[in-house]
């Protein structure tokens, strides 16, 4: 992240490119390059743009506000403009937060022409009638939208996708801390032996996703679950928001998971507003796709201005962040549904060594994890089914089912051992 | 209500003809006269009841009770008398409320052949030993049954039901608000252009919507959504009673608005008591009829009294009701569900004006209806649907709805535009 | 209770059979014997075991532990043994309880060979380094496994099963009550008329359960309802867990009947450790069985202890246990589902006699009853359905069904009244 955070970032353009290439140190990546104009669905990738300089000065050849100085200062996607003004005809073009006179805002505008400055309300008012100058050095150019995949192949097809936004510029929660954990997950998984394929998508938001979408639609059927991710380093509790049908498999996960961290953790409903959700969930896709943040976008005082930086994360809400996310993904990972092969009474699991010899007292966890499994194992119930309906730990749970498959007591169900044939 | 007061109506008779006559004066209307002796279902149309005079007086000749005091001084449906009687004799055939002492109740005998007088409980106490002349000059004999409707033609032949019973004599939260209300909301459709057709049928309670119904049935499978009306003046909450389905269109929009509404409003559940929701909620209709009522029968000290007078009608009270049913039909008419033409990934709204132009801050509440109404568009969700589940007003979706249409992005689904077509 | 508390019953033997004569005595009872060695699923049935006499002594020839004492003393199903032992040599064979030290525990090895005795705490800490003779006068031999059924004929096949274990020697709660409890039951049925047949199991827990589900496997269809019943004399509130399903009709009519009880009485969801629920609930057999007791098993300090006995248990709570049993029985047998023969509009129940004459205050419950049912009577709503929609009380609907059979106004639904031509 203190890498990532000097440099500015926009939908396209070499700041994309420059965050890429610093995940790409960490993960393998592979990088697609969208040309201006391409049509996406109801948009077209924009001109690509890209900024060498940005300042205003005063008459008196003062700096006023200067790019090099935060990268907020320049509304992202301002067209070039060199130009003398009054402070009347400047003042349209200027951004800053009244109720916060010390803070820059965020602004954009991708799809307008336009051009304009961000500064903290003390900088504007301090502004007298005077003659500024004006320079926005900027290509808004035929070129490419850019965006980065890290796929990691699991023994079936059955995709996990995971999605974060890369298009902000100097902004930590949102979303330096999405693009850093979504990293540290791939690094990972790609050490570990996985059922499902996970994809992660490091991409400008919107138009990112939708570009996405358009050139990967044929594939999509295979993406069981999936996650948008980001603000995950703040102080807020964990929150997960639910996929548009609001009962997908990870929605249930993502309740169960939340449930075992600290209590102000929550689960709230999908609305079509947020990160790239809006796309992946449109009615047209309807992806199985949940968002875990923790403060979501817009609840926080310092979203999206300059107070979004390194003092607002903490390094515990970061690591329980990764924990969540780890979690959600070995649950998806490990759900199975099995059938049990002696399904008529229970099967005797003391002669087998699965129980307790003496009688009389109470049997432990795991014997209870085992009587679970058994009792539920009609090949409808899944793992997460059975975690949901007994309270059992699911870990706990995908043990018993190890024991019992090792005793030839339960298998996986047919669709589930088919699913597996084909790949 | 002021002129319908004195009217004394019963279920059938010239009470209930003036009583039509008098709403004709206002709205359109279509009076039926079905004879008596009709056979309408289970029950048969009873002869037509008509009263010109009916006191008791004591020996001196001084009158105790006179109808020409109080049209509920007469039991309802008495048959004619002229006879001396003892005090005993006499008791059997009156009717009073000892825990009220200055209330007079209001009784009925409509099925079996009898004949009372309803008075105070202070009058009662009065009475002394002596011989009693008692008088009822009525008539029951072949006659009709009266009923009126008001039929509102709408674009569609989908209608919309409101029924409100009309044979309470002097009465004036039951059934006179009841009368006043419909009659007012019929006036106010009348202007308007409406997708629904809606029909106010004014009639006798039970044996009346009884033979509205035999005589309907035929056209019931165009109800779409209907209300039995009545209680409306009191100074107790809305209270919506759901459908005996429990999950009608109507029973959403019940609970929708009432809970725009004071907080004390409340939905209720069915019961097959009532009014006249038990006919049209039989099992043999099931038609999708709820029930608005401030504070329900039986529930309020004045029910079914003389107490039941102006002075416990509240104009606040009316004037929040008539809003309340004014609201309920506004959202079945303009509830429709619509098909978003650009499914796959939100439509760029800002290249068609209705997104704002620089990004970074929130969107505001149209906009959010805009998402909203675009992402739940596939055909399963209704306008209803999306505002039950965003909690965005109703209203407001609608207008995001035209909006949208203007702009080509979505259209009515083909199930409501082929109903339209057909009509 | 007080005859069959002394006697040292196990799964198999003597004992058993015991306890079978002394039902006997009460209800009419067919008992089966079922050789060791028989196959039953993944069981098969194990050697009979037999008791003459167990104890050990100290080198002086003191008695220390004598299964004369208490049938707890030896664990259950203990191989014979004569031996003279080291202190060190007897300790693992000897179970007591540090946190309980004037209770016995209860113990068992029924599958494993092994003998142990069981003792108070403080006998076991005054042991002192000795040699102690130890002597288990055991037979471990072919012989049988034995239960018994008690079988009521009804005018349908329809069963309602109620299984109670019978293999615990000098305890209680756990299992005296429910013998005593059904065996009750039984005797109280057999003098009624009833729809169901009514089949009562005494036998051994989990290899009896299993063993009467191998034999009568082709006729587990006929079972509409069960029950498993046991530890019903406690002071605890009544406890009702639930089938595998959750949603079975002996699952609702628990709930109602334990609502009607004093309010500490609970509903608990099924879970596959207990009772005989167990193998009844296995998923090959899914048998709508729930289980009625009072504390649940392990819920109680004294459970699986000497102290489980008739100090433990109260008069009251028996009878409220044998109470609501009755009460659930009762209601299995009287729901049915109705069809209203006059479903359009209510029917005229003034002229049938069945409403009061005189209209104008409220009805009582018996006409409220008659109007619930008529609505409800689409033959989509059983009696059970409409109590639970309306709040009125079971009884009073089934008298208000009776009373509109009599009319003519309902008759059972087609399903139901074919049910019983079959029959």
Same mark, same amino acid.
């Given at each position: 992240?203190?890498?990532l955070?000097?440099?500015?970032?926009?939908?396209?353009g070499?700041?994309?490119?420059?965050?890429l290439?610093?995940?790409?140190?960490?993960?393998?990546?592979?990088?697609?390059?969208v040309?201006s104009?391409?049509?996406?669905f109801d948009?077209?990738?924009p001109?690509?743009?890209?900024? +060498? &300089?940005?300042?205003?000065?005063?008459?008196?050849? +003062?700096?006023?506000v200067?790019l090099r100085?935060?990268?907020l200062?320049?509304?992202? #996607?301002s067209?070039?403009?060199?130009?003398?003004?009054?402070?009347?005809e400047?003042?349209?073009?200027?951004?800053?937060?009244? @109720? +916060?006179?010390d /803070?820059i805002? !965020?602004?954009t505008?991708?799809?307008?022409k336009d /051009?304009g400055?961000? $500064?903290?309300h003390?900088?504007?008012?301090? $502004?007298?009638? =005077?003659? #500024?100058?004006?320079?926005?050095?900027?290509?808004?150019?035929?070129g %490419?939208?850019?965006?980065?995949?890290?796929?990691?192949?699991?023994?079936?097809?059955?995709?996990?996708l995971?999605?974060?936004?890369?298009?902000?510029?100097?902004?930590?929660?949102?979303?330096?801390?999405?693009i850093a954990?979504?990293t540290?997950?791939?690094?990972?998984?790609? %050490?570990?032996?996985?059922?499902?394929?996970y994809?992660f998508?490091?991409?400008?938001?919107?138009?990112?996703?939708?570009?996405?979408?358009a +050139?990967?639609?044929?594939?999509?059927?295979?993406?069981?679950?999936?996650?948008?991710v980001?603000?995950?380093?703040?102080r807020g509790?964990?929150t !997960?928001?639910?996929?548009?049908?609001?009962?997908?498999?990870i929605?249930?996960?993502?309740?169960?998971v939340?449930a075992?961290?600290?209590?102000?953790?929550?689960?709230?409903?999908?609305?079509? !507003?947020? !990160?790239?959700?809006?796309?992946?969930c449109?009615?047209?896709f309807?992806?199985p796709?949940?968002?875990?943040?923790?403060?979501?976008?817009? @609840?926080y005082?310092?979203?999206?201005?300059s107070?979004? =930086?390194?003092?607002?994360l903490?390094?515990?809400?970061?690591? @329980?962040? *990764?924990?969540?996310?780890?979690?959600?993904?070995?649950?998806?990972?490990? %759900?199975?549904? #099995?059938? %049990?092969?002696?399904?008529?009474c229970?099967?005797?699991?003391?002669k087998r060594g699965?129980?307790?010899?003496?009688?009389?007292?109470a049997?432990g966890?795991f014997?209870?994890a085992?009587?679970w499994? *058994?009792n539920?194992?009609?090949?409808?119930?899944?793992l997460?089914?059975? &975690?949901?309906?007994?309270g059992?730990d699911?870990?706990?749970?995908?043990?018993?089912?190890d024991?019992?498959?090792a005793?030839?007591?339960?298998r996986?169900?047919?669709?589930?051992?088919?699913?597996?044939?084909?790949?």
């Amino acid at each position: 992240m203190e890498e990532l955070y000097p440099i500015c970032r926009s939908i396209t353009g070499d700041g994309v490119r420059a965050t890429l290439r610093a995940i790409e140190r960490q993960i393998p990546l592979v990088c697609s390059e969208v040309p201006s104009g391409t049509r996406v669905f109801d948009w077209e990738v924009p001109p690509e743009w890209n900024i +060498r &300089a940005a300042w205003i000065k005063d008459s008196g050849g +003062r700096t006023i506000v200067d790019l090099r100085d935060h990268t907020l200062h320049l509304m992202s #996607y301002s067209a070039p403009v060199h130009a003398h003004l009054t402070l009347s005809e400047l003042l349209p073009h200027l951004h800053s937060l009244p @109720e +916060r006179p010390d /803070w820059i805002p !965020y602004r954009t505008s991708y799809y307008r022409k336009d /051009w304009g400055f961000c $500064l903290t309300h003390r900088q504007r008012q301090a $502004l007298r009638e =005077d003659r #500024y100058e004006v320079l926005i050095d900027s290509d808004l150019a035929a070129g %490419n939208l850019t965006y980065g995949e890290c796929r990691i192949q699991g023994e079936t097809e059955d995709e996990f996708l995971i999605f974060t936004h890369i298009c902000h510029p100097s902004l930590c929660n949102d979303n330096l801390t999405g693009i850093a954990l979504a990293t540290a997950l791939a690094r990972e998984i790609a %050490n570990e032996r996985t059922k499902l394929t996970y994809r992660f998508v490091f991409a400008p938001g919107t138009i990112g996703s939708i570009t996405w979408l358009a +050139r990967n639609e044929s594939r999509l059927a295979s993406v069981r679950h999936g996650l948008v991710v980001g603000l995950l380093g703040d102080r807020g509790p964990l929150t !997960y928001k639910r996929s548009r049908s609001g009962v997908a498999t990870i929605d249930r996960i993502g309740a169960m998971v939340l449930a075992g961290f600290d209590q102000r953790a929550r689960c709230v409903d999908f609305s079509p !507003y947020g !990160y790239d959700e809006r796309q992946l969930c449109s009615p047209g896709f309807n992806l199985p796709v949940g968002r875990l943040t923790r403060t979501p976008n817009g @609840e926080y005082a310092e979203y999206h201005s300059s107070a979004d =930086d390194f003092r607002i994360l903490d390094r515990a809400a970061l690591s @329980e962040s *990764l924990r969540a996310l780890a979690t959600i993904l070995a649950i998806a990972d490990r %759900n199975e549904t #099995y059938v %049990n092969l002696n399904p008529k009474c229970e099967p005797q699991l003391g002669k087998r060594g699965l129980f307790r010899a003496v009688g009389g007292a109470a049997p432990g966890d795991f014997e209870h994890a085992l009587l679970w499994l *058994l009792n539920q194992s009609d090949g409808d119930h899944s793992l997460l089914d059975i &975690a949901e309906r007994s309270g059992v730990d699911f870990e706990l749970l995908a043990n018993a089912a190890d024991a019992l498959i090792a005793a030839n007591l339960v298998r996986p169900s047919r669709l589930d051992a088919e699913r597996r044939k084909i790949q």
